[in-house]
């Protein structure tokens, strides 16, 4: 009976192997879970991008319908009320010449 007893004791818990082998897993999931997560990011800045050119773009159109002239700057835009800030978008959106909008690298 004590035999037995000691035997039982000696089969609690985990062995070092199995631990390892548990961390070792997680680790894998986790890298997983990372690849995937980034490419999501990507797609939320082209379309921050592509949100911004069509703002843009409605923003000149409406700054011809007052001024017969498209806006060349940004600052003209706000003085207008038609955009909330005078710098150009995070993304590098551009205005160009004859009212167009130029989309950044990232769009």
């Known amino acids: 009976m004590l035999d037995r007893i000691r035997t039982l004791r000696r089969d609690e818990g985990f062995t070092l192997i199995e631990l ?10 986790a890298g997983v879970v990372v690849f995937a997560v980034s490419g999501i990011n990507d797609k939320g800045e082209q379309a921050a991008c592509r949100a911004d050119v069509k703002t843009l773009e409605v923003a000149q159109e409406a700054y011809y319908a007052k001024k017969n002239a498209y806006a060349t700057t940004f600052a003209e835009l706000k003085a207008e009320g038609l955009i909330h800030s005078a710098t150009a ?19």
């Open 89 to 107: 978008p995070a993304s590098g959106v551009t205005l160009g010449a004859g009212g167009a909008v130029n989309a950044g690298p990232k769009c």
């Open 20 to 29: 390892l082998m548990v961390i070792v897993i997680l680790g894998v999931l």
